[in-house]
Nanobody, 123 residues
Framework: QVQLVESGGGLVQAGGSLRLSCAAS????????MGWFRQTPGKEREFVAA????????RYADSVKGRFTISRDNAKNTMYLQMNSLKPADTAVYYC????????????????WGQGTQVTVSE
């Protein structure tokens, strides 16, 4: 059974940092794109960042560019999201996802999803 498990969420003050992790099990994703999305109540899930199978290609939403860094360790089947200079607008449930293709950014392109981890940024 394929599982993606996020960790590292929590409460932080504006300007602070958090590092999210996404551990995959059940199959290897070393040949697949992986990504982070986030969602707030009443809104659609939005793209945050994606990384290709090798880790050499990344893409970020404009709202997080320059503050967030996505990375992956294929040997550990794990993906990370380093979030710096956090803002209250970053408050959301963050989801990790894995695709069955080498590159993907749209939610519909992703086949596997984690359960989500809450990130709350206070003023």
């Amino acid at each position: 059974q394929v599982q993606l498990v996020e960790s590292g969420g929590g409460l932080v003050q504006a300007g602070g940092s958090l590092r999210l992790s996404c551990a995959a099990s059940g199959r290897t994703f070393s040949g697949s794109a992986m990504g982070w999305f986030r969602q707030t109540p009443g809104k659609e899930r939005e793209f945050v960042a994606a990384i290709n199978w090798s880790g050499r290609v990344t893409r970020y939403a404009d709202s997080v560019k320059g503050r967030f860094t996505i990375s992956r360790d294929n040997a550990k089947n794990t993906m990370y999201l380093q979030m710096n200079s956090l803002k209250p607008a970053d408050t959301a449930v963050y989801y990790c996802a894995a695709a069955s293709v080498a590159w993907a950014t749209a939610p519909n392109d992703y086949d596997y999803w984690g359960q989500g981890t809450q990130v709350t940024v206070s003023e």
